[in-house]
């Protein structure tokens, strides 16, 4: 007996016959047939769908991917932007510090303020589970630092602003004149800087100038301001000392006599006192200082308003090369 199959008949050969006989497939096989095919039609559909989506994107993330990239070069983009908004914001910085601040006479900021940042390490620890967590963090920093900056130059800009608007009322205040008649510049005794004591013999910071003239001779205020001390001090004998706001103060020290009292408003050239030769000091003269903001500074810097250029020039030579104090 031998089987055959014609499409989907099966028949079987009888050898006693000598003819063939169809066979009809029972239900079982009927079954088994069926479950065969589609476990193969199954597999093969599960095989075609995992290579599918192992090596071709479905059409959402397809989508996806394409706006992860576009998100991902905005933010190149803008990290790229930030990056030249420091830089110009540095320029700006740079001008505030050395030009603005220095023609103004206003107090530096310190760089530790203009460039702070945000402490804390976990600040940005809610961006962390995002696509592209680094990136996102890195411009959320620069943002961050960039905003702060702004608004600490932002308030440096505004204090600029009220110091132009004062400027006038700033200029007639400031200690701009010498504190005696000394046109020829032969008044001047010392300068400013470390000098000889003349009673100790030894070296010491001389923290003023020294203008030596007869006693009785005018001192007068280098700038508007209020008197805030008239009296004795025992180094400075005598002295006055003036209050002319913006940080400004000037000593005015061994006077004979006062022409000044506390709480005076004095303008520049009004005569305070007289020079003299009280407290500690050689002969008549007048010691006098110039204190910016609680420092003293070197006085022949002020003296621009009554000296021309040329004689400007020989004043700061002549103070440097001064040595002997007389106090």
Do not use: W
């Not at 010392?190 to 003023?208: C, K, N």
């Not at 001192?219 to 001390?229: D, F, K, L, R, S």
């Not at 020039?313 to 104090?325: F, K, L, R, Y």
Request: aromatic share 12%; with cysteine.
């Amino acid at each position: 007996m031998g089987l055959f199959r014609t499409r989907k008949s099966y028949y079987l050969y009888d050898q006693n016959t000598l003819s063939y006989e169809r066979v009809y497939p029972s239900i079982k096989d009927r079954i088994f047939t069926v479950v065969r095919h589609l476990s193969t039609g199954i597999i093969i559909a599960v095989i075609f769908v995992f290579a599918f989506f192992r090596f071709f994107d479905s059409p959402l993330e397809s989508q996806l991917r394409k706006e992860n990239k576009l998100l991902q070069t905005q933010y190149d983009v803008l990290s790229l932007r930030l990056n030249e908004a420091f830089n110009i914001l540095g320029s700006l910085q740079q001008r505030d510090e050395s030009l603005y601040r220095a023609i103004f006479q206003v107090e530096s900021i310190p760089e530790s303020i203009r460039k702070s940042g945000f402490g804390g390490s976990n600040r940005y620890e809610y961006l962390t589970g995002l696509p592209n967590s680094d990136l996102v963090v890195s411009t959320t920093q620069k943002m961050d630092m960039l905003t702060k900056q702004l608004y600490v130059q932002s308030n440096s800009l505004e204090e600029l602003v009220n110091v132009g608007k004062t400027q006038e009322e700033r200029l007639l205040c400031l200690p701009a004149i010498q504190p005696v008649a000394n046109k020829d510049l032969k008044r001047m005794a010392s300068g400013y800087g470390v000098r000889m004591d003349p009673i100790y013999r030894v070296p010491r910071f001389h923290a003023g100038m020294d203008f030596s003239a007869k006693e009785g001779t005018e001192i007068y205020a280098t700038g508007n301001g209020v008197v805030t001390y008239s009296g004795y001090k025992s180094d400075y004998g005598n002295c006055v000392m003036i209050d002319h706001g913006f940080g400004y103060q000037t000593l005015y020290g061994h006077m004979s006599k006062f022409a000044a009292r506390v709480g005076q408003k004095v303008t520049r050239g009004e005569t305070i006192g007289y020079i003299g030769n009280t407290g500690k000091s050689t002969g008549p003269h007048l010691h006098y200082e110039v204190i910016v903001r609680g420092k003293h500074d070197n006085p022949s810097k002020y003296y621009f308003m009554d000296l021309s250029p040329e004689e400007y020039a020989e004043m700061i030579q002549m103070a440097e090369n001064h040595g002997q104090v007389m106090d």
